[in-house]
C-alpha cells in the first residue's frame, strides 16, 4: 500500500512540475532578486517532501498550484516544517503553510504560527498569526516574524513580547540574532524583570551575557519603589548582578536624592553607587546639594562622599549655607527620640570652610546636624560674625531654625573672642575676652552677651558719653581677671557686667597703660584668611592682604616724654661724682 502511495505521489509531483504555474504572491520581504521568474537551484536545495496524507492540484484553487494537506512534513537544508496545509511552487522552490504551522531549524530554534511563507533559495521566511519563537534561551512572540536563516536572525515590527523564563521584553519592533542571542530592540521598548522595569526606545540586549546596552532615554525603575530609579540616554546594564554603567544625560533617583555625573556606576543589589566629573548630588527633600569631581553613595546607609574640590549648599529661605572642604560626607540616620523621624547630618574633612552672611568659618574639619542647627568645628577653628572674631580648641555653633540666625556660641578650650571696636576706622583698638571656656549670645546677628568660665581675662576699651558734646569720650582700657566673666555689649560696646571669684579689674586712661598691654599675647586677628563671600571657601585661603591698622599712642607717647624729661631733671640735679 505504501509502495502504491509513494507511485502515486511521485507521478503527481512530476505531472504538475509539468503544467505552466502561476508565480507565488509573496510577502515583500520575500521577493526574488530580479523578479519571480523561476530560479535555478541545486538538487540539494530544493524543498522536499517528507510527508503529506493528500497531495492536490485544482485549477480553481490556489492559482492552479499544488498543495498538500494533512500531516504535512516538509524538509529544507536541515529545517523541518509541518502543517495542516501546504501549497507548493516547486518552480521557485517557495511554499506556503496554513494551520498549525511549525519550523524546527537545525539550531534548536522553533517557530510556530497560523501560517508561514518560505524561501527554499534564500532561506528566508515569514511567520503570521499568533507567532511563536523558541530556543534556549528566550520565547518571542508576535503577529508577523520575518526570519532569515542564512543571516540567524529573526525580526518583527508589528509589536511583540520576548521573554527568557524571569524576564518579559515589550516592543514595537525588535532583530534577535539567534547565534550571538543579542536582541536590537526599536522603539518604546519595555523590559519587565521581578525587580526592575527598564524602558527606551533602543535597547540591545545579549540573551547569553544578559547584558543590555542603551542607545536613548532609557528608565531602570524599582518596582518596589517606583522613587528609585535609574535615567540615561547611554549606558549598559548587566541584568544578573543588577549593575548600571551610565555614560550621558544620566541621574540615578534614591532615597529622594538625584546623583548626576559625567559617568555614572550602580549596583542595585548593594545599593553602591559611584559618579565622575561633574558629579552633582541634590538632596531636594533637605533642600541641599552637593558638587565635586568624584562622588560615591550607600544607598542602604543612606549616606555618600563627594571629593576632588567638593562644596555643598544647604539652601534656606533667607540666608543659605555654603561648606567647602577636601571631602564631604552626608547621612541620615533615626531620631533616638523619635525613629520614625530622620535626621540629616552634614561633614566637612580636612580645611573645612563655611559660608554664611552672618557668620562664616574654617577648621580642620566641620560636622553640621543640619536638622537641630548645631554646628562643630574641630581642630584650630576660627568663626567670624561681623567685626567678631572667636577661635578656640573646638567651637559649637547653634543656628535658630526659625530665623536662621546664629544664636550662640560654645568655645571649649583656649576660647578667646576679639571684636573690633570701631568697625568704621583701622584704628588698631581690639576688645579683647578669653579663658577655658566661653558661651557668646546672639541677638539679631549681634553679639549681645559673653560668659567666659576658667581664668577668664579681658581687654576691653572704655568710654563715657559727654553730655555737652554728645559724643563717647575715652575713658582708657580696662584690664580684668577672675574665674568667670559676663559681658555685655551694648551698642557694640563691651561692659563687664560681673566678675566673680578672684576678681581683679583695673582701667588705665590711655596716658597710663602702654601700647604691648593692649593685647593679650596670642592675639590672632586674622583678617588674610577671613571668609568674605561664598566663593571663597572655593579655595583654601583668598589669600586676603593684610589690614594694616594705626596704633593711636600719642597720649601714651606724650606722657612718657613729660615723665622721661622730668626724670633727666632730676637726674641733672643730682651731684655729680668726680673721681680725683
Request: hydrophobic residues 30%.
Amino acid at each position: 500500500m505504501r509502495l502504491i502511495l509513494f507511485l502515486l505521489f511521485f507521478v503527481s509531483t512530476f505531472t504538475f512540475a509539468q503544467d505552466q504555474q502561476k508565480p507565488a504572491q509573496r510577502d515583500p520581504y520575500l521577493k526574488a532578486p530580479v523578479t519571480n521568474a523561476p530560479q535555478q537551484t541545486k538538487p540539494e536545495d530544493k524543498i522536499k517532501i517528507i510527508h503529506a496524507d493528500f497531495v492536490k492540484k485544482d485549477p480553481a484553487k490556489y492559482d492552479g498550484n499544488q498543495y498538500l494537506q494533512g500531516n504535512v512534513k516538509i524538509e529544507n537544508q536541515g529545517s523541518i516544517l509541518t502543517a495542516d496545509e501546504v501549497i507548493l511552487y516547486s518552480e521557485e522552490n517557495f511554499v506556503k503553510a496554513i494551520g498549525n504551522t511549525k519550523l524546527q531549524n537545525t539550531d534548536g530554534s522553533v517557530i510556530t504560527a497560523g501560517e508561514m511563507e518560505y524561501d527554499g533559495n534564500t532561506q528566508k521566511g515569514v511567520a503570521r498569526k499568533n507567532v511563536v519563537l523558541t530556543d534556549p534561551k528566550q520565547t518571542i512572540r508576535t503577529e508577523i516574524l520575518y526570519y532569515d536563516k542564512l543571516s540567524n536572525l529573526a525580526y518583527f515590527n508589528t509589536g511583540g513580547t520576548i521573554s527568557d523564563g524571569q524576564n518579559v521584553m515589550y516592543t514595537k519592533s525588535a532583530t534577535y540574532f539567534l547565534d550571538t542571542k543579542l536582541i536590537d530592540f526599536v522603539g518604546n521598548v519595555k523590559i519587565d524583570t521581578p525587580d526592575y522595569i527598564i524602558e527606551g526606545p533602543n535597547i540591545n540586549q545579549n540573551q547569553n551575557t544578559k547584558v543590555a546596552e542603551f542607545f536613548g532615554p532609557t528608565t531602570i525603575t524599582n518596582r518596589v519603589n517606583p522613587k528609585n530609579y535609574i535615567y540615561t540616554e547611554r549606558g549598559t546594564y548587566k541584568m544578573n548582578s543588577k549593575e548600571a554603567y551610565l555614560n550621558k544625560n544620566s541621574r540615578i533617583h534614591y532615597n529622594d536624592k538625584i546623583l548626576t555625573g559625567d559617568d555614572l556606576y550602580f549596583n542595585q543589589l548593594t545599593g553602591f553607587g559611584t559618579g565622575t566629573g561633574n558629579v552633582t548630588l541634590d538632596d531636594p527633600k533637605e533642600k541641599r546639594y552637593v558638587k565635586g569631581g568624584y562622588g560615591e553613595i550607600f544607598q542602604k546607609k543612606d549616606s555618600s562622599m563627594i571629593t576632588k574640590s567638593p562644596y555643598a549648599v544647604k539652601i534656606l529661605e533667607k540666608d543659605s549655607i555654603y561648606f567647602a572642604a577636601e571631602k564631604i560626607i552626608s547621612y541620615q540616620k533615626p531620631d533616638e527620640t523619635d525613629v520614625t523621624k530622620k535626621k540629616s547630618f552634614l561633614r566637612a574633612f580636612r580645611k573645612g570652610r563655611f559660608y554664611k552672611s552672618n557668620a562664616q568659618g574654617r577648621a580642620d574639619s566641620i560636622a553640621f546636624n543640619e536638622t537641630d542647627g548645631i554646628m562643630h568645628m574641630y581642630t584650630a577653628p576660627i568663626l567670624w560674625s561681623g567685626e567678631k572674631q572667636v577661635t578656640g580648641d573646638k567651637i559649637e555653633a547653634y543656628f535658630n531654625s526659625t530665623t536662621e540666625d546664629l544664636d550662640s556660641l560654645k568655645v571649649i578650650g583656649n576660647a578667646f573672642a576679639i571684636s573690633k571696636v570701631d568697625s568704621l576706622n583701622l584704628k588698631d583698638e581690639f576688645n579683647q575676652v578669653k579663658g577655658k571656656l566661653m558661651t557668646v549670645y546672639y541677638e539679631k546677628s549681634e553679639v549681645k552677651e559673653t560668659k567666659v568660665i576658667g581664668n577668664a581675662q579681658s581687654i576691653s576699651y572704655a568710654d563715657d558719653f559727654n553730655e555737652k558734646t554728645k559724643e563717647n569720650e575715652r575713658i582708657g582700657i580696662t584690664l580684668t581677671s577672675c574665674g568667670i566673666i559676663d559681658a555685655m555689649f551694648e551698642n557694640r560696646v563691651l561692659q563687664i557686667v560681673s566678675c566673680n571669684i578672684g576678681a581683679n579689674s583695673d582701667t588705665y586712661p590711655m596716658s597710663k597703660i602702654e601700647p604691648s598691654k593692649r593685647k593679650f599675647a596670642d592675639f590672632n586677628w586674622n583678617t588674610k584668611d577671613r571668609i568674605r563671600k561664598w566663593q571663597d571657601i572655593l579655595v583654601d585661603t583668598p589669600g586676603y592682604e593684610e589690614i594694616k591698622y594705626e596704633a593711636d599712642n600719642k597720649l601714651y607717647d606724650s606722657a612718657k616724654e613729660a615723665i622721661d624729661k622730668e626724670k633727666a631733671k632730676e637726674e641733672a640735679k643730682k651731684p655729680k661724682r668726680v673721681r680725683k
